[in-house]
Each structure stands twice: as C-alpha cells, then as structure tokens.
C-alpha cells in the first residue's frame, strides 16, 4: 500500500502546484524536497516488489516509506484545508501541530531517503528487467464461472420445493464453512423452475449480527413500497405486516446463514403457517437449526469433497479445464489433499498456482513456484480447518501485486454479502488513489484490470453480467471479507475500520482513541447515534454508509461529518437523505467522490469550491434538476450523474476543465449543446432525458458526431407536464450524425415507427440496443438491411404484433429479450438462421411462447451430433406454463 500512498501524493503536490500554487508558496522548497524524495521511494517500490517478499529488512524500509507519506499526506492536506478555510486551525491543533508536524516530516523523509539510498548502494536485490512483471494485473478477461455445479442436491431441493405440501414446508442445507452452502442455494435461487413457479422470491441474508427489524424490513422492500412510516413500527408489528402480505402469496424464500435455533425463532414468527404455497429454504452451519425450523424433513448435508473431486476441482480452477502438464501432476495432487476438500480453499490456491502457471512458460520455474505454495500451506498442516483457511486466505492476500492489495482490503467497507456495484467500487478505489497510472489507459480501465485480476484469482465472484458482458455487481465471500477486516484494522495498518455497537450493545467501536488513527471508515447501522456523538477522525479518508434503512439526517447531524472527518476524500452517504445542505459541508476541500440524496432541485454555485472532485452522484426528489455550481472550473471531474434530468450551466471563455469527463447523466436535451459536447468531448457514457424532440428534429444532434469515444448512449423521451400524446417523435437522425463508435444505445417513450429502426441498423459498431416502455409503436416490424454487429436486443412494451426476419439480418445476435409484447403472434422463425443465437427470454409475451419452443427445438435439431461452443439454446419463459 506504499506503493499507492506515494502516487497519491506526487499527483497531490503536482496539482497543487499547477492549480493551487499560491497555496503552498511559503514553503515551495520543503515541497520541492519532498518531491525529490518520494521519486526516490516510487523507484525503490517499484524495484523491489518482488524481492520485499523474501528480504523482511526491505519490508521493514517499505513500511517506514508508507507511514511517512501518510503522515506527510496528512500534513499537507492539513496545511491546505488551513490556507483555504482559517477557521479550521483549532481542529488541527487538535489533530497535530501542522508546522512542527511538516517540519519533522520533511526530515523523516531525507532520512529514509538515506537508508534507501544506501539499499541502492548493495543494489543485488534490484531486478529491473522483472521490476514490472508482478507490478500489476494482467489484461482483462472474460471471468469464468468459479462455482461448482451441485448438480444433484439442487436437482432434489428443487423436486422439494416444487412439490405440494399441506404446510409451510421449510428445507435445510447444513455444512460447516465454506463448503458451497450459499452457492448451491443461490444456483436453486436462480432456477428457471424456482424464478417462474412462485409469485415471490426474496433473498435474505441473516448472519451473525442481523436484526428482525432489517431482515422484515427486507423482505417486505420485495412486497410493497416502504414509507418512513414502515421505520417507526416496532418489530411485532413489522412481523404481522411480513405475514399479511406473504398470506396469499405463493411465496419462496431463501433465508441464508440462520447461526442458532434462538435466530430462527426471531425469524420464523413473520411467516403465515396457514399458507401451504409458501416454501422456505434456510442455510446454516448446524444441524440443530435444520431439526428445529422442521422435523419432517431431513436436512440436506453438504460434505467436504473427495480427494478426487478436490484434485479435478483445482485442475478446473488452475486450467479451466481436466488435464495437468505430467510435470505439475504430483505437486499438483499434494496441493490438493492440503485444502482441507474445502471449495473455496481449493479456489484460492487454484487462484495462485494458475497466476504462476501464465506468468511463466518455464516449466522448471513454475514447479518451482508451486513447490513454494505447497510448503507454504503444508506448514500449517496441523492446525484446524478454520485457521488453515484463515493461512490460505493470507498466502492468497500476500501473493497479490503490492498495488492490489488496497484494492483487496478496501471490499471490507462493504456490509456482508453486500451486492457491490462495480462502477460505484472502481470510482471509489480511483479516489483513494489505489489505481495507478499506465500511460495509453485510462484509469477506469486499469482499474477494470484490477478488478478482473481479482476475479480470476477468485477473491471476488462475479454477481451479475451487463448485456455487454461486463461485470455489473460483485460479491466478496464472507471469510474473505473477515480477513480484510482483520487484516486492514490491525495496528500495523490503521488501514480501515467499521463503526459498529460491541456484543453488549452499549458502545460503539472503535474507542475516540482507535478512531484518530484510522485511515477509512464504514458505518451500515446506527448511523444517527454514531453522528451525535460529534466523531473526531482527522486522519479518515472514507466515510461509507450502506445503512438497510433510510436515515434522514437533520442538520447538526450532517453537520458532523465535516466538522470530524476534515480530510475526507470519499463520503458515500447513501441512503441516508440530508435535510440540507449545510455550508460546513463544502469545506470538505479533499472530497474526490460524494454521493448525496436530499430534496433539493438544484446544486449551489459553492460545489465548485471541490477542486479535487473528480465523481458527483445526486439522488433527488424533484423531476428535475438545476445545476448551479461552476463544472467547467471544476479540473478534476470525471462523472457526474442525477437520477433526475439536470440542466447544466453554460460554459464559459474561463472555463479550463471538461476533457475528463468520463460520464454524463440524466441531463436535459437542452445542456446538448454544441459548446458542452466540445467541452466533453472525451465523454464515454452520456444518459439524455427530457424533450427529445427538440434534440433530434432540429440540428442540436449534429453535436454528437464529435463524441468520438462516447460507446453508451441513453435517450429517454420525457414531456411532462405536457400529455403522453406530444411523446411521439418525427424520427432519428441518419445514422451518419450519431457517435461513431457507438457501442450500447436505449431508447424509452419515443413512440417512433418500427421504419426508423433500420437506421440503428446502419450503426456499425452498435453491440446492445435496448428499446423499451413504447420506444417504438405500431403493429408490423418487417426488418430492413442488418444489424451487422448487434448481439444483445432488448424490446419491451410495445403493441408489435407481427415481426418478420431472417437470420442473415442479425449475424451476431447472442441474447434476444422480449418483454410486455402480449400482442406479438410469433418470433420469426428466420432467428434460427443467426449463428450466434443462443438465449431467448419471454416475460408477458404469452402469443409468442408457441414460436420460441420452435425456435428451440430447431436449434437443438441444429446442435445434435456436434460440439457447441454455446452449450445448448436457452429459452425462458415468465409467467411459467401451468
């Protein structure tokens, strides 16, 4: 993590020096002395990534490295907030003497210059031919899937909870941890049979430290809308209002990690026992819970894995396929009997043998390098299952690139089991400055690098897919997460720390005194208790709520933050909703990413004081958004995004920024001018909502030829308050006038006539088009030209009813999804032609269900008797059949 701390702050003097100069002028030469020793340090980190593993003196130096540049950091940052807000200075007395602090820094770093210095002068251990081998991930790759088939428990858990009962039938899955509980009930989760054969199913995560309160609250979110009155209730209350909606309901659900037979007991009193439709499946470490929740039925025991199955389980996950080099074969099977017959054990170090595998095509120095993870396992042979997996996680931690591992342990922010979305995650580790620079690429794809490195080293699992493809969301296993908490709060780190009440429920944790040294702070309960106890963290850069419940802060408490956290560089606040928006608040001159939710229908001109703000996200209750403050002068702003549509202010001959911007969303058709598209012009993702007509009928649209790069496009055609009938419009422009390299494009409320649709035909690169809720209207679809390069097409709610097609029209279609089309006859048969088709889905489009069984029928006709890449057409349909 030096690595990253010493980037951060060359970037921060560099700024400082470009942007804010008259800031720093009084002590320019320390800066410049400063500077000088931290291109030291960056080239001895670099140097020496490898070698830091075997030399624990060269550890020791890198850790000296880290602990003065975070001070130095801190100091700086310090020194900053000070020269721009003077009311500040009592705050950092408290904190540290800043002068005296710079002053004493500043020879700590000449200091440890001279050790490094005098490391260089043995220089043996530097290896600049390989200094960047282990630097950083490799190029992305599509993630495999990581998870073991259970084939035969879900085959019968399904039977089971499709069967009929006279009722409330209750399944168990038992096993100790890490044996693949909660994967095998998410595979029957997510069962076609499962999904379509109940009108309800919820997912719930219970685990140690759940509360009835979150957990009904959770499932009656799936039920109905939840109102600030739904949060006063008490928990019998909430229990009897679970039971009320789930009566009728032909319900299932998945209550994962049920520890004791007392949680099931605080649980199972919201379940109406009358209803024999309902089905429920828990998960749990202990046969008691199983035996208690229902004495019918057996539960279903998951067991460690044979030694045979552990062997060709880490042969998949190393080669990604049966089959080992002869040379690797008996390392490789001694490695295999070491993991316990653990899945996830057998993940990690799969994970580890198979980077050594790529990275080296010699083979004498990849049996090498596995011989060294045998023995580093097997000298934990004799310990107990849980702290050998607890040794494995660490190999698995230290066998991660130096520039990795901030990256690792910052997952812990998230709350357990949390669905982490992967934009909100890379912008996050971007603003903390984990990510490093490589010159041709831009920070969000390094970062997608990283995140893909560690998918593939399986410290991270994919959750969801975007129709691109792309990772979506993300999970990280609950052990993984316990060790990155463990890990990232020791006392040698000071890295992270998550704010919550201690097993008596009377305090808060961490104490005043932990608080001042930690580095990132999360806090998903209690939120309002915590602020009111005015927090002092002056060395915290994160302040991360992911609360269950909504929480409206009022002003003393928003108020809070910014008078205990001064140096915060992310501040993720949803979904508390702030009252207002109080003036201590934009003093926060460090932020790089804020997400706020309030009621306010615009920005205020002081947002421009966040020099450093680089991501802006804004959940408001108005239709629409005002944004006031100065973007253009905001230098490092890359994304912003409004959930309502936003009217951007006007550039002016001042204005120096715009060039970064990476996304840009919902803003108004009118803030689609040619100035802001030329200021914006290195945009990737832009969302457009409001009166289209005004955009694509008239020469306003001629401006989007000039967003080379731009690969996402949204337009969403909204009038209000005008009627529903002034929606339609006249047509789209040629298809020459839209970005070039167009990827993904979704229309909604356009009402255009099916005709147009031959013009996004024409968008040679378009991969995703995604029309939907009457983007086009009218009851004939008959195809014209092709679509060259589409894969992914998405229709919904519309009147179609009849569609004519062939294959040869749509060559690279992968995944067509048809919903509310219950006027469409049939699927042109033609579709069978398409070479890449493999995945139909219906949902309310029950004329044409006929057409897609013989669709699938011709594909399996088509694939008898040969090997398909695809592995078999799928077709899903909603609601099920009777």
């Known amino acids: 993590m030096a690595d990253a701390a010493v980037d951060f702050l060359l970037e921060n003097l560099h700024n400082l020096q470009i942007y804010h100069s008259h800031l720093i002028n009084k002590a320019k030469h320390r800066f410049e002395k400063l500077e000088s020793n931290l291109r030291l340090f960056k080239a001895f980190l670099k140097d020496s990534v490898k070698k830091r593993r075997e030399d624990e003196g060269l550890r020791d130096l890198a850790s000296e490295i880290r602990d003065v540049v975070y001070e130095a950091e801190d100091i700086i940052d310090a020194l900053v907030t000070q020269a721009a807000d003077s009311n500040t200075r009592s705050y950092f007395r408290r904190a540290f003497d800043t002068k005296v602090k710079f002053l004493n820094v500043v020879k700590d770093m000449e200091t440890i210059g001279?050790?490094?210095?005098?490391?260089y002068g043995n220089n043996t251990w530097i290896d600049f031919a390989d200094s960047d081998g282990d630097g950083g991930p490799e190029e992305s790759e599509v993630p495999r899937d990581n998870e073991l088939d259970f084939e035969d428990g879900a085959k019968e858990l399904i039977e089971y909870l499709l069967e009929e009962t006279q009722y409330l039938d209750v399944i168990s899955i038992i096993g100790m941890p890490s044996l693949g509980k909660t994967?095998?009930?998410?595979?029957?989760?997510?069962?076609?049979?499962?999904q379509y054969g109940f009108t309800v199913c919820i997912w719930v995560y219970v685990s140690q430290e759940f509360t009835k309160k979150g957990v009904f609250l959770a499932i009656l979110k799936e039920l109905t809308t939840i109102d600030e009155n739904m949060y006063r209730k008490s928990d019998q209350e909430l229990a009897e209002l679970v039971a009320t909606h789930l009566e009728r309901q032909k319900f299932f659900i998945v209550m994962d990690d049920v520890r004791t037979v007392d949680d099931w007991n605080k649980l199972q009193i919201a379940l109406p026992k009358s209803n024999n439709d309902g089905k429920v499946l828990i998960t749990s470490r202990h046969v008691e819970v199983a035996q208690f929740a229902n004495r019918d039925?057996?539960?279903?025991?998951?067991?460690p894995l044979t030694q045979d199955e552990s062997w060709s389980r880490l042969q998949y996950e190393v080669f990604g396929k049966a089959g080992c080099p002869p040379e690797l074969e008996v390392i490789g099977k001694l490695i295999a009997q070491q993991c316990c017959r653990i899945p996830l054990a057998i993940a990690l170090i799969g994970g580890?043998?198979?980077?050594?595998?790529?990275?080296?095509?010699d083979m004498k120095a990849t049996t090498s390098a596995w011989t060294e993870v045998f023995e580093s396992v097997n000298a934990h042979l004799n310990e107990d299952s849980e702290r050998r997996m607890e040794k494995i996680i660490r190999l698995s931690h230290d066998k991660l690139p130096y520039n990795l591992r901030s990256c690792f342990l910052y997952l812990a922010m998230f709350p357990e089991d949390f669905e982490i979305p992967v934009w909100k995650l890379i912008r996050m580790w971007i603003a903390q400055v984990f990510i490093q620079k490589r010159p041709g690429i831009s920070l969000e794809e390094t970062a997608e690098n990283y995140l893909q490195d560690l998918i593939r080293r399986n410290l991270l699992r994919v959750d969801k897919m975007r129709s691109d493809n792309e990772v979506k969301t993300c999970r990280i296993h609950h052990m993984l997460r316990k060790f990155c908490k463990k890990e990232a709060r020791s006392e040698r780190e000071n890295f992270l720390q998550e704010v919550k009440r201690n097993t008596e429920g009377l305090l808060i944790e961490p104490s005043v005194s932990d608080l001042e040294k930690i580095r990132h702070l999360c806090i998903h309960s209690d939120v309002l208790n915590f602020l009111s106890s005015q927090p002092f963290g002056p060395r915290v850069r994160s302040f991360v709520c992911f609360s269950k419940d909504t929480v409206t802060l009022a002003g003393q408490d928003i108020s809070s933050i910014p008078a205990g956290f001064k140096l915060l560089r992310v501040l993720e606040a949803m979904p508390t909703k702030f009252a207002r928006l109080p003036g201590e608040l934009l003093h926060l001159y460090h932020l790089r990413y804020i997400t706020l939710s309030f009621n306010l229908a615009f920005l205020p001109e002081s947002f421009s004081n966040f020099w450093n703000l680089q991501t802006l996200v804004i959940y408001t209750t108005s239709r629409a958004f005002d944004i006031k403050a100065d973007i253009w002068n905001m230098t490092q702003l890359r994304d912003l995004k409004t959930n309502a549509p936003a009217t951007l202010p006007k550039t002016g001959e001042s204005s120096k920024a715009g060039a970064k911007f990476q996304t840009l969303g919902r803003i108004s058709?009118?803030?689609?001018?040619?100035?802001?598209?030329?200021?914006?012009?290195?945009?990737k993702k832009l969302a457009i909502s409001g009166q289209l007509a005004w955009l694509l009928d008239g020469r306003s649209f001629d401006n989007m030829m000039k967003l080379e790069r731009l690969v996402k496009l949204k337009l969403e055609n909204e009038v209000y308050p005008n009627p529903p009938s002034r929606r339609q419009l006249r047509g789209l422009p040629p298809s020459y006038k839209f970005p070039p390299n167009l990827k993904s494009l979704t229309l909604a409320y356009t009402f255009l006539d099916w005709s147009h649709m031959s013009i996004l035909g024409l968008l040679d690169n378009l991969k995703v088009l995604k029309v939907k809720d009457r983007a086009f209207m009218g009851t004939c679809w008959e195809v014209a030209g092709r679509f060259r390069s589409l894969e992914f097409l998405h229709i919904a709610g519309t009147n179609l009813v009849t569609w004519v097609a062939l294959g040869y029209q749509f060559p690279r279609l992968r995944r067509l999804e048809l919903a509310i089309c219950d006027e469409l006859v049939e699927i042109p048969i033609g579709l069978v032609d398409a070479p890449n088709f493999q995945e139909l889905d219906l949902c309310h489009a029950e004329l044409a269900i006929a057409s897609a069984k013989k669709i699938q029928e011709a594909k399996q006709r088509m694939q008898e008797g040969e090997s398909s890449r695809f592995g078999g057409f799928k077709l899903s349909i909603f609601p099920p059949e009777e």
């Open 114 to 119: 001279a050790k490094v210095i005098e490391a």
């Open 669 to 683: 058709p009118h803030s689609c001018t040619k100035e802001v598209l030329e200021r914006a012009h290195n945009l």
């Open 183 to 194: 994967t095998l009930a998410k595979k029957i989760f997510h069962n076609q049979a499962i």
């Open 352 to 361: 580890i043998l198979g980077k050594t595998f790529k990275a080296s095509n």
């Open 297 to 303: 039925r057996l539960p279903h025991h998951l067991h």
